[in-house]
């Protein structure tokens, strides 16, 4: 019921506004009368990951309840230059990150990206720097994942000492990224880690993992990552597809706290810009986020 609630919501919302900026104002498209062309949609089955697992306890979650993104967990990442000025977040990406692409409705988390009436993308990105930082434990996320060529979905971890340290220093955990070329790859996601003091960093990619059938758009699945001072070990709905040693190397850069990040780019190093046949707006819905440790 609460599914057919929110697509009502956001149908009569798309419906009733054009482009806006981060600053609430709207900028309405004219000259076209068209009804828009839904990108995907919130999806109504998939995986559920257990509500607890032996040996470990409920540290902390966000299970988007509520009208708005918590503050007390959550911080806006706002423009298209990165805490050290790269241009692109230090990756050629195309879009300008803003609040008003991140919404939060019935239980879920939407981040949103977008071709603006000029053109132009924009999308969000969320952070939990200096509110929720963690050191090990299991990380589940469920989330629902854009499908079109030059998305590039991610929810992933920076160590604390980030803007202290820099990249790579501080250490980088992606639990689940999507490098979407076209729907043909919206069924592969990867896990990696990087590390290192020097650019170009030292880092550990997964092979992809591809659904057997349908995309990962199509359903809910769960994303986690089970962490300890020793190994990092990454799953998509409960099954184990890849596995980091932490050795003497990579111990200082993974024996930490971490922060959280969620975001959709466009475009970008890795992927192809969007093209003619990009089905925008795209979508990440996250569920929920928890974390767990060991008792």
Known sequence: ????????????????????????????????????????QLPETGYKAPDSYSGYILTWSDEFDGSRLNPDNWNYEIGNIDPFGNIGWGNNELQLYRSGNVSVNDGYLTIEAREESSGSYTSGRINTRDKQEYQYGRIDVRA?????RGMWPAI???????????????????????????????NQIKSNAFWGNTFPAPNAPSPPYKLSS???????????????ENTL?????????????????LGAHFRNKFFFIMNVAVGGNPVPSPDAST?????MFIDYIRVYQKN
């Open 1 to 40: 019921m609460k599914k057919l609630l929110y697509l009502s919501i956001y149908l009569v919302t798309l419906a009733s506004c054009g482009d806006s900026s981060d600053d609430g104002t709207v900028n309405t498209k004219t000259g076209n009368t068209d009804p828009p062309v839904l990108g995907n």
């Open 144 to 148: 629902a994942l854009p499908n079109q």
């Open 156 to 186: 992933w971890m920076l160590g604390e000492n980030h803007l202290e340290s820099g990249w790579p220093i501080c250490g980088e955990i992606d639990i689940m990224e999507a490098f979407i070329s076209g729907p043909e790859t919206a």
């Open 214 to 228: 349908g995309d990962f758009s199509d359903e809910w699945h769960v994303f986690s990552l089970d962490w300890d």
């Open 233 to 249: 070990k990454f799953f998509v709905d409960g099954k184990q597809h890849y596995e980091l040693i932490i050795n003497a190397e």
């Open 279 to 283: 089905i925008l707006p795209q979508r």
